[in-house]
């Protein structure tokens, strides 16, 4: 696995100017100064499971920056958020399991607004000036019902008054965001600099891509400002969750949040942050792709030759998406004449007579013919590279999928999730 | 079942300028006066099933059209029939199942070659004088093989030799060109204006879509020239295989023909050849789509309300190669979010709070939000009609799709095929 994150990494766009510290996975939006989380079982979600998470930035600045779900159906929330995002300022961030409030029309904007105006009310009634407008909102959950609001509003007096300090805060926030997710998922960077950035995500898949709603909130305590914050993110996302791609399904509700208290008082230079950023995305996008459901393939298809980067990634993502291409991995099948027909798809300048194909750095296809031994390759393992070369010209992209498996179908099919 | 493809057939073009006699659906490419065929085992699959057909025009008419994949990636036999193509006339069409030769370079494009001069040679010792220029050539099964030359040059000889007439001819060539097929597809029509036109088909999936190959041969006796049967061929196939999409995917080798004896002698309009030649590709589209692998569900998403015709058709197809709303129609949840996920996500004008959504005339979501009993509606049935509203405009465009099975991620999983 290692391996493979590392290659999708270096293969995707992170600057490569800065050295970036090792990523540390039990630590999430509380490793920065600054900040406090919680997570609660509000009762949201008939389980009885954690269903509200929390995180509060304490300053002293308030810079974030975001980005939403390309979908043209946004969930209330999503607007809200685009909304208060304009003023590059948060001091909370409000997230929900159990429920979507998408497609819930006027009265679900309506909720999500109350969400955000009773966290401003609690956070001020414990001696922080608060605003809704510096209060974002993410919901993740069943599209098209309403939010048990009753639950929503007393589980937001809770979680204010429980708000705890130091790491375990952030694990159960992390905890209270999950809905099909089997473990909570957290990265952390401390930078010799002395700053820190952590983060937590649930789900798999941002904007292009999505399996289930993917939720991230990323903090730091670096002392930049909202423009920095929204450069370094928008570089992170575009090549981290915008290269995952489980089943190019996308959600309604998709957010990713960036949040900066400038505690530590130390500013990084952009490349810096940009590197801190995208390594904590990177390795969050792997965490994702590894509990997607129904996983039992980790796939890194790559695309290089193309005459574009541009091309390279819409070749990759084509083959990422292809059913048959999907379902053979899953049988462990070197079946790379669907790997061919996938990308023979894809808009974009292919010459069938220079394309080769390798699975786990073994040639399987050359100049668009198979390679001897090319049927005997063993993927029976749980980590697949697939290496397409189109010959073209210097264009190269990588894609994180996953297999189609009969867990991917039993647990999309079993239920309204 | 009978209704969804009478419904889908009067959304879709067909002029309905004339009347078309009812389908029968028991003969094939031998319905026609001036048309022979058969089917064989040869030997090119393992298992010993037929493999190979063979449909031959006996005139006076030669004259023919076809349409291929738009996979770049193109099999031997779709280059060569291309290319025998440009004459607007064919005499015969050979088929082998049990091989795709596609990937295969150079060598296999000469045993396509070497195919075609074989049934020419084979045809005019039997007292027909024909060119391989004549002979188009279709195959289907695994990519990247090279196909048995020996085992389908001895089955040539066999299978001219062999040649019968009437219908069970076109029988034995429907069941020789199956490969993950469980039923034979043929359908023909007998007009009363005294000319017939008939056809078969295996696979699923055209040009966009594809499940596996799909190959089509459609044979009439009308007295009509290329250029008519090209015109009739393109309009049918856009409004019926192209509007069948299983999984997505497209192949190496579909290819659909026509072809013309003019054995009755009679020149119908072109109106009346358009509405045939459509009545019989509908029919077999919907064979094709009751047949899809792994298939438990007829589905017919139908787009109203969209600013254009095209506009409604990528929104349609948007909605079909979604695999939430697959898996979710497989387990009979009638998950309307997830149709609102997806169309949101269609490269087309859309305003969230104008669409309407209905499962079997069953209303579930109304401008954007859930409709009273929307989580109750029945879909336990094997046939279900999704229809979605943009109420933007005047544009309406049908697709016929299946849902994501166990079946499908078994059948496609479990070997190389």
Sequence with gaps: MTNHVQRAAIVASATGDTTVPPIVRNQGVTAPL?????????????????????????????????????????????????????????????????????????????????????????????????????????????????????????????????????????????????????????????????WNIGGMAKGAGMMAPSLATMLVVLTTDAAVDAAALDTALRRATAGTFDRLDIDGSTSTNDTVLLLSSGASAVTPTQGQLDDAVFAVCDDLAAQLMADAEGVTKRIIITVTGAVSDDEALAGARTIARDSLVKTALFGSDP???????????????????????????????????????????????????????????????????????????????????
């Design 34 to 194: 600054g900040f406090r989380a919680a997570g609660v079982a509000a009762g949201i979600k008939a389980s009885g499971r954690p269903d509200l998470a929390l995180v509060v930035n304490e300053g002293p600045e308030y810079s974030a920056a975001g980005v939403v779900t390309r979908n043209k159906v946004k969930a209330a929330p999503v607007l809200w958020t685009q909304q208060v995002l304009t003023t590059g300022r948060l001091r909370a961030v409000i997230l929900n399991s159990g429920g979507a409030n998408a497609c819930t029309g006027p009265a679900g904007f309506a909720d999500t607004h109350a969400t955000a105006e009773a966290v401003a009310a609690a956070m001020s009634n414990w001696g922080t000036d608060t605003g809704a407008v510096e209060v974002a909102v993410c919901s993740t959950g069943l599209i098209g019902d309403r939010l048990p609001m009753d639950a929503v509003l007393t589980g937001v007096t809770t979680i204010v008054q429980d708000m705890g300090g130091g790491l375990s805060g952030g694990t159960d926030a992390a905890r209270a965001i999950m809905t099909t997710d089997t473990v909570p998922k957290q990265a952390a960077v401390h930078h010799p600099g002395g």
């Design 335 to 417: 079946n790379w004449g669907r790997v061919l027909a996938a990308v023979g798809i894809a808009p974009i300048d292919l010459d069938p007579d220079r394309v080769t194909v390798r699975f786990n750095g073994a040639l399987v296809c050359e100049n668009g013919c198979g390679a001897a031994g090319a049927r005997d390759v063993d993927l029976s393992g749980a980590d697949i590279d697939v290496t397409v070369d189109l010959g073209l010209g210097p264009g190269a992209a990588t894609i994180r999928t996953t297999d189609l498996s009969h867990a991917y179908v039993e647990e999309n099919s079993a239920y309204s999730s």
